[in-house]
């Protein structure tokens, strides 16, 4: 569906998105889709990742301005905050304030996959909770 304020990507089914390539100069491709440019987002950023068995992050990174969260999806990895090393796996969110040196890896025998979203590290006008509001239309299923 394509409407002006409504967007949609198909990112194809989690096992193949380490078909998806992300290069930075010199290092190698990573399996990553980054999707603000796709859906047109300007509050956000999110990036669809995979690493295979035993790939592992090749340097640790903070941000200057954005807060992250990463929701692992699938798989089994170690993640790498503040020189702190702690499990991750289906199911795990972790979130990182914009100074916290991150890193992470695949420790499992299949993909690790999983969902980062990024956003400017501010305070929400209002909670997510409240700012929705209920409208007087059916639902058209």
Same mark, same amino acid.
């Given at each position: 569906m394509e409407a002006e304020? $409504?967007?949609?990507f198909e990112a194809g089914p989690q096992k193949?998105?380490?078909?998806?390539?992300?290069?930075?100069?010199?290092l190698p491709a990573k399996s990553k889709c980054f999707l603000k440019e796709q859906m047109g987002m300007i509050?956000?950023? $999110? =990036?669809?990742? =995979?690493?295979?068995?035993?790939e592992t992050m090749p340097f640790v990174h903070r941000h200057r301005a954005n807060e992250e969260l990463y929701v692992f999806l699938?798989?089994?990895?170690?993640?790498?905050a503040d020189g702190q090393v702690f499990p991750v796996q289906s199911g795990t969110c $972790?979130?990182?304030?914009?100074s916290v040196r991150r890193s992470w890896r695949n420790i499992g025998e299949n993909d690790l996959t999983?969902?980062? $979203?990024? =956003?400017?590290?501010?305070?929400?006008?209002?909670s997510q909770v409240f700012d929705g509001e209920v409208v007087d239309e059916p639902v058209q299923w």
């Amino acid at each position: 569906m394509e409407a002006e304020n $409504v967007k949609t990507f198909e990112a194809g089914p989690q096992k193949h998105w380490s078909e998806h390539k992300f290069e930075i100069t010199g290092l190698p491709a990573k399996s990553k889709c980054f999707l603000k440019e796709q859906m047109g987002m300007i509050g956000m950023e $999110v =990036s669809l990742n =995979s690493m295979l068995p035993g790939e592992t992050m090749p340097f640790v990174h903070r941000h200057r301005a954005n807060e992250e969260l990463y929701v692992f999806l699938d798989g089994d990895g170690e993640f790498q905050a503040d020189g702190q090393v702690f499990p991750v796996q289906s199911g795990t969110c $972790v979130y990182c304030e914009p100074s916290v040196r991150r890193s992470w890896r695949n420790i499992g025998e299949n993909d690790l996959t999983f969902i980062v $979203v990024q =956003s400017p590290h501010r305070e929400m006008a209002t909670s997510q909770v409240f700012d929705g509001e209920v409208v007087d239309e059916p639902v058209q299923w």
